[in-house]
């Protein structure tokens, strides 16, 4: 199959699985070309157009003010496996101190 007709056959959403598969295993493109069947080239010609595409949106994005909190606000901590903390009136120095107990005390 020519490289062309290679990448006509599969979809661009097709691609883009191929490729987010061969980076969450590590594959190199040469491994993931013998593993997945497909030639060499397309990988790397998806692997650029999908990884473009991936800094478009990125730019896509926004800055939004940050607001300070207020003396009224709170904290809103949420843990793993669902716990939620809430802690009204914290400074930063007691913020911290609870993060470093909430990781073991590093």
Not at 1 to 25: C, Q, V
Not at 33 to 51: A, D, H, I, P
Not at 73 to 83: D, K, L, M
Request: hydrophobic letters at 30%.
């Amino acid at each position: 199959m020519s490289e062309r007709s290679e990448r006509a056959s599969r979809s661009e959403a097709d691609w883009s699985s191929l490729i987010g598969e061969m980076t969450a295993r590590g594959l190199s493109v040469p491994e993931a070309s013998r593993e997945f069947g497909v030639s060499k080239q397309s990988l790397y010609y998806w692997r650029k157009k999908l990884g473009d595409e991936d800094q478009q949106q990125v730019s896509a994005f926004i800055e939004l003010p940050f607001n300070p909190p207020t003396s009224s606000s709170s904290i809103e901590i949420h843990c793993r496996g669902g716990t939620k903390i809430i802690c009204p009136h914290l400074s930063i120095a007691e913020l911290a101190g609870l993060v470093r107990e909430l990781e073991g005390g590093r």
